[in-house]
């Protein structure tokens, strides 16, 4: 079993819910997500739980089902600390618009909560979100993506399927 600890993105939820792992196809996905969610070894912050709650759907009933002492809370000093670094971070680098910090210092948005947290467990982030190309000072875009973000912090990132992998998921 792998040692290393997960950082779920809302993305890979939804992601698995709309494709590959739809409810109605693939109910054990889920219990094994569910199981390795509820062992520790997948985490779900908070602000994720939040995007997910925004919906009604399968996937909104499924995250219920798991207890909420197990939901990763971003109220500590030290996610928020690690947070104020993500957004001084993406504000500061120069590579984004101030559009793109003013989303990423929104609340609701998970993914500098993500990184925070997985910064501070010493976690992997599991996102469906890719690297933007050409990302340079002089050209400032307009968002922000976590796996930029995460190299900035020594983060690794990676897919839904590497993820399933290192935990030996058995469909």
């Not at 993406?90 to 609340?107: C, I, N, P, R």
């Amino acid at each position: 079993m792998s040692c290393t600890k997960f950082v779920i993105d809302s993305n890979i939820l939804m992601n698995s819910k709309n494709s590959y792992y739809a409810f109605d196809l693939l109910p054990q996905f889920w219990d094994i997500l569910r199981q390795h969610i509820l062992d520790g070894n997948i985490l779900v912050i908070d602000k994720v739980l939040q995007e997910i709650l925004v919906g009604e759907d399968e996937l909104t009933r499924w995250i219920k089902t798991i207890p909420s002492d197990v939901i990763y809370s971003t109220r500590s000093g030290n996610v928020i600390k690690g947070y104020q670094k993500v957004i001084n971070r993406v504000a500061s680098s120069g590579y984004y618009k101030t559009l793109a910090v003013a989303e990423w210092s929104q609340e609701k948005i998970a993914d500098p909560w993500i990184i925070a947290v997985a910064s501070l467990e010493k976690a992997t982030i599991v996102t469906s979100e890719n690297r933007i190309s050409n990302l340079k000072d002089g050209n400032p875009k307009k968002n922000a993506k976590i796996p930029d973000i995460a190299d900035e912090f020594n983060i690794q990132t990676i897919d839904l399927f590497q993820m399933m992998r290192e935990l030996h998921f058995k469909l």
